[in-house]
């Protein structure tokens, strides 16, 4: 079995992070699931030279199924959001500037505006520091925190989080999906910190606009965009 068109579909999609601006040198990884199998980057390797034949796949344990180089030392946080979410095709992990400062404030980041309602349902949460004692499997726990944060809900209605002290995780239900994610948190960070740079009270959005904006964009009822 060739994995392919897998390969190439994770290759666009950690391009798209570097086109978008949310990485520099190798900071950020990007994973596709399909089936029962995960391509993702390979560690440590320049987006200005990775290839299609670059990107490692592996099995939901993590074991390398295709591919000469080691994957992402990410890698056991994606999986572990693999295997609690089903519906999740694909994950992002970025340090994109804005988003990364919330983090390091150890904020989660709060609905002010209608762009960020139209993409989470909700604030964007703030996972916490890891333990000491969690320290040995560190990135496995990365994912353990989580999932931990975003609870037990529909994960593509709060479609990423940030952690405290490290940066950021994105995911869809494809690729395309998790990058645009991705891209859209980056910008409502840097939305929200200029809102709380300008002097005066800061104004939350009123739940029942979060709740029209969000649900008219995502509800079974959408009226966003065409049939």
């Not at 989660?108 to 989470?120: E, K, M, Q, S, W």
Request: glycine content about 8%.
């Amino acid at each position: 079995m060739t994995y392919r068109k897998l390969q190439a579909a994770a290759l666009e999609a950690n391009l798209d992070l570097k086109k978008f601006g949310l990485v520099i040198f190798t900071w950020g990884n990007v994973s596709v699931r399909k089936d029962e199998v995960v391509a993702i980057k390979p560690s440590g390797v320049s987006y200005d030279v990775m290839k299609k034949k670059d990107i490692v796949i592996v099995d939901l344990e993590g074991r390398i199924v295709e591919g000469k180089l080691r994957p992402s030392v990410d890698l056991p946080t994606h999986l572990e959001l693999y295997r609690k979410f089903p519906e999740i095709g694909s994950i992002v992990h970025t340090h994109s500037p804005f988003a990364t400062a919330w983090a390091q404030k150890g904020r989660a980041i709060p609905v002010y505006g209608t762009t960020h309602a139209d993409y989470f349902f909700g604030e964007v949460p703030c996972g916490r520091f890891l333990f000491e004692d969690e320290m040995d499997e560190y990135e496995k726990n990365t994912g353990k925190v989580i999932i931990e944060t975003i609870g037990d809900g529909n994960p593509l209605a709060v479609p990423g989080c940030i952690l405290q002290g490290h940066g950021v995780f994105a995911w869809g239900k494809d690729p395309k999906s998790a990058v645009h994610n991705a891209v859209v948190l980056e910008e409502i960070a840097k939305m929200a910190f200029y809102t709380e740079a300008i002097p005066g009270k800061n104004i939350r959005l009123p739940e029942y606009i979060l709740n029209k904006h969000y649900s008219r964009k995502h509800g079974k009822n959408a009226t966003y965009g065409q049939r």
